[in-house]
């Protein structure tokens, strides 16, 4: 059986959003501490036994969150087109962080959004072989 590694670091940041055509609360201008996990996998370790520098992946998620934090996400782009919901920012995460990180060694696969300390989502997308 191939072996795997996963990796995970995580990240934080503040901002607020509205979620447009929102039902209720969240319509309105609100803020959250998102903490953002990161995971990445490899099927194989470098000569001195590292998958992917620790360090590396926690740079790559600090820069992303640092993009958005303390900022009003509906301003930002893609955010100012398509609704700030968790989901969507987990995807954003992936896609981003996919083009910082990703070798033939070594891939994001899979993003962990925390909204608040009780809710969450987790972003991946399949294999499209």
Excluded at 4 to 21: E, P, Q
Excluded at 41 to 63: E, M, Q
């Amino acid at each position: 059986m191939p072996s795997c590694y996963t990796l995970k670091v995580c990240a934080d940041f503040a901002a607020a959003h509205s979620l447009r055509d929102y039902p209720g609360d969240c319509r309105r201008l609100h803020g959250h501490n998102w903490k953002v996990e990161v995971e990445v996998t490899a099927h194989a370790l470098n000569a001195i036994g590292i998958a992917i520098d620790f360090k590396d992946v926690k740079s790559a998620a600090r820069d992303v969150a640092k993009r958005l934090d303390h900022h009003y996400l509906n301003d930002i782009a893609p955010f100012d087109r398509i609704n700030p919901t968790a989901e969507n920012l987990s995807a954003y995460f992936y896609r981003e962080l996919s083009t910082l990180l990703n070798t033939e060694a070594v891939r994001v696969s899979a993003i962990t959004l925390w909204e608040t300390e009780r809710a969450c989502v987790r972003y991946t997308e399949e294999d499209k072989q």
